[in-house]
């Protein structure tokens, strides 16, 4: 019997590997990180990494050297160099063949098309003229490399689809065009999957979005039809399959304001709108991650609480933050409160940590939550309490 469990790459030094370290200290299971730059997030608590370019091959291949399974802060990892390390005999999980859905928002809807899996009216356009031709308003995207919001513009009249069209010819991309929808609110689905085929779903949350980034997450979504909350967790199930995804799926959906709900974005890693399983689930969105790329058995999503709200910490318009400095205040006022800090920079709008609070009453919690987050961000001045 091994003494000890293989090593697991992972590319990407963001705040997602770095919250993949805890659970992974549990299992005893040893991380090897591809780091951006010096210090990033992840590189500050997982002591075996290296820092270079995730385009880079040969950058990729000393990253995965000795490892039996790589996987990923996020999807940014070119098809052809997920396919090298395969072929390579390293478990890439997800796979290129599945994470291009993530990575390519065209190839994703002509797949979910084909899966008769509702989405946004949409079309590839090529030109001012398609756009007009899809009908106004409605919604740009590049095709790939945009997230929180970047690559994303809503046009109400044709002038104002120039900056899309310029921005994917620099890139290199395509546009895709998206209806607007009408909807009442963003839900999210999140699911892990393992290579034997194991699933689990997690409960369908609600989420709020602040300048294009994840604001806010109730979990569960209150007040939403358990016909539509089942339809949702049907829809990522089925994704998952279907797509073969090993690891975390979310799907981001719109509920819309006629009572349907549509397939937004997929996301293959853990994602913003499952940090509030940290805290409030049995088993985390990130310890189940890692569990499912290694093909273990996965562990239980089922809630904790009746209710936990997670609430993003943002870098505010100047650098009065105060972040780790914050922490008294926070714990001295709310005891039951979790605090999640990143170890980043401040900017304005960064992500820079989030809040967990959890219990029987979900306004108290949103207080709770609302108000650790704006004390970290420095809204609330010198109040202390």
Not at 247 to 261: N, Q, Y
Not at 313 to 321: C, F, K, R, Y
Request: with cysteine.
């Amino acid at each position: 019997m091994s003494e000890r469990a293989p090593t697991l790459a992972v590319i990407g030094g963001g705040q997602l590997a770095r919250m993949m370290a805890q659970p992974a200290i549990g299992l005893a299971l040893p991380l090897r990180l591809l780091a951006e730059a010096p210090g990033v997030s992840a590189a500050q608590v997982i002591p075996d990494h290296l820092v270079g370019d995730y385009t880079d091959l040969p950058t990729l291949r000393r990253a995965t050297a000795g490892c039996q399974v790589v996987t990923f802060d996020h999807e940014h990892v070119p098809t052809a160099h997920l396919q090298a390390l395969a072929a390579d005999g390293i478990a890439v999980r997800p796979g290129p063949e599945a994470l291009v859905h993530a990575q390519d928002k065209a190839v994703m809807r002509q797949r979910l098309a084909e899966l008769d899996v509702p989405c946004p009216r949409n079309a590839v356009v090529a030109t001012t003229t398609d756009v007009e031709s899809f009908g106004l308003p409605c919604v740009l995207k590049t095709t790939r490399g945009g997230y929180d919001g970047k690559g994303v513009w809503v046009v109400r009249d044709v002038a104002d689809a120039d900056i899309a069209f310029e921005t994917a010819a620099a890139a290199g991309v395509q546009i895709l065009a998206e209806e607007l929808v009408e909807f009442r609110r963003e839900l999210s689905a999140l699911v892990a999957r393992s290579p034997s085929g194991q699933a689990a779903a997690y409960p369908v949350v609600a989420s709020t979005q602040l300048d294009g980034v994840c604001h806010e997450v109730v979990a569960p979504a209150p007040d939403l039809a358990p016909a539509l909350a089942g339809e949702a967790q049907q829809i990522a199930l089925r994704l998952a399959g279907a797509l073969d995804v090993t690891g975390i799926l979310a799907v981001e959906l719109f509920e819309t304001t006629d009572g349907r709900i549509l397939v937004n974005e997929l996301a293959m890693r853990p994602h913003n709108t499952g940090h509030w399983s940290q805290d409030g689930a049995v088993t985390s969105q990130f310890e189940n991650h890692l569990r499912a790329v290694m093909d273990l058995p996965l562990g239980s999503p089922a809630p904790r609480a009746r209710w936990t709200v997670m609430v993003n910490i943002l870098g505010g318009p100047t650098d009065s933050g105060r972040l780790y400095d914050g922490l008294p205040h926070a714990m001295a006022r709310d005891p039951h409160l979790r605090v999640h800090l990143y170890g980043k920079d401040l900017r304005p709008g960064r992500k820079v940590g989030h809040v967990n609070a959890y219990g029987d009453d979900l306004d108290d919690c949103l207080e709770r939550a609302r108000h650790a987050a704006a004390w970290f961000r420095g809204d609330l001045g010198d109040e202390s309490e």
